[in-house]
């Protein structure tokens, strides 16, 4: 069984920052492309949008919205992804989703962390 257990959200300035991590258990770490999508709080229906994602290679992706200011990494040796957030933005309050996905396995979700952008 994997799970998927997001921290490091929370409220911040406009222009501050913020670390996600995401720590998997289960064996699929080593395999699994991980990543992150966000989705706006009030519209609970709406698509989740990808932020961010990184193959077991250590290759990245970004949506165009967030690059020169997000930065993803993994710690394979701590099972762990991480989302560094800086120069935060009104615009990227949301829920924050990590996921893990490998070639073998159905897509995993964490269960999300509150990202709010707000003086």
């Known amino acids: 069984q994997v799970q998927l257990v997001e921290s490091g959200g929370g409220l911040v300035q406009p222009g501050g920052s913020l670390r996600l991590s995401c720590a998997a258990s289960?064996?699929?770490?080593?395999?699994?492309?991980m990543g992150w999508y966000r989705q706006a709080p009030q519209a609970p229906g709406k698509q989740r949008d990808l932020?961010?994602?990184?193959?077991?290679?250590?290759?990245?992706d970004y949506r165009n919205s967030v690059k020169g200011r997000f930065t993803i990494s993994r710690d394979n040796a701590k099972n762990t992804v991480y989302l560094q957030m800086n120069s935060l933005k009104p615009e990227d309050t949301a829920v924050y989703y990590c996921y893990a996905k490998s070639p073998t396995n159905p897509i995993y979700w964490g269960k999300g962390t509150l990202v709010t952008v707000s003086s």
């Open positions: 289960g064996s699929i770490f080593s395999t699994a492309a």
């Open positions: 932020v961010a994602r990184i193959t077991s290679g250590g290759s990245t």
